[in-house]
């Protein structure tokens, strides 16, 4: 591994380039956040729940390990809930955990919670690409509304 994979974990070159052309102005102690918008980069908060997400999508539609996608069960899947609004949404069933600090970072417990928080423009989608476009999109939108409002 040489110095530059090292020091940038694994970026592409044309990454790297913008990285060092946009950093060089910059001094130590600023605040990166506009540098991460200027790369399209999204914080790390965001970032897991772009993983969550794209995780979700690959379980629902048979692309992950079954011991994943066996952990999910759709609103409208229950028998019960057929009769409800949800159940002709993508919604799914989020399961209530006993410890607020374990539990609710549980996958069963995370990923249904991100899934059902984003748009049916999102979730409707219908190829991973387009997926994880809209999704970008949304949490870059959400992000920015939330810059913008503190």
């Keep these: 591994m040489g110095w530059k994979e090292g020091r940038y974990g694994g970026i592409t070159e044309p990454l790297q380039l913008k990285f060092d052309k946009s950093n060089a102005g910059n001094i130590q102690y600023e605040h990166i956040t506009p540098l991460l918008r200027d790369l399209h980069w999204l914080p790390v908060r965001e970032r897991i ?4 997400a794209v995780l979700v999508f690959h379980c629902l ?5 079954p011991y994943l996608a066996n952990e999910l069960c759709r609103v409208a899947d229950i028998d019960a809930r057929r009769g409800m609004r949800s159940a002709s949404t993508s ?3 989020t399961p209530s955990s006993r410890r607020s600090t374990v ?3 549980a996958f069963f417990v995370a990923a249904p919670r991100i899934w059902n928080s984003l748009p049916s423009s ?3 989608s219908e190829t991973l690409g387009i997926f994880k476009r809209r999704l970008k999109t949304h949490l870059f939108a959400a992000l920015l509304l939330t810059v913008k409002c503190s």
């Design 49 to 52: 729940e772009f993983k969550l």
């Design 61 to 65: 539609h048979g692309t992950a390990p």
């Design 91 to 93: 919604a799914l069933v």
């Design 103 to 105: 539990g609710d970072r």
């Design 122 to 124: 999102v979730t409707a």
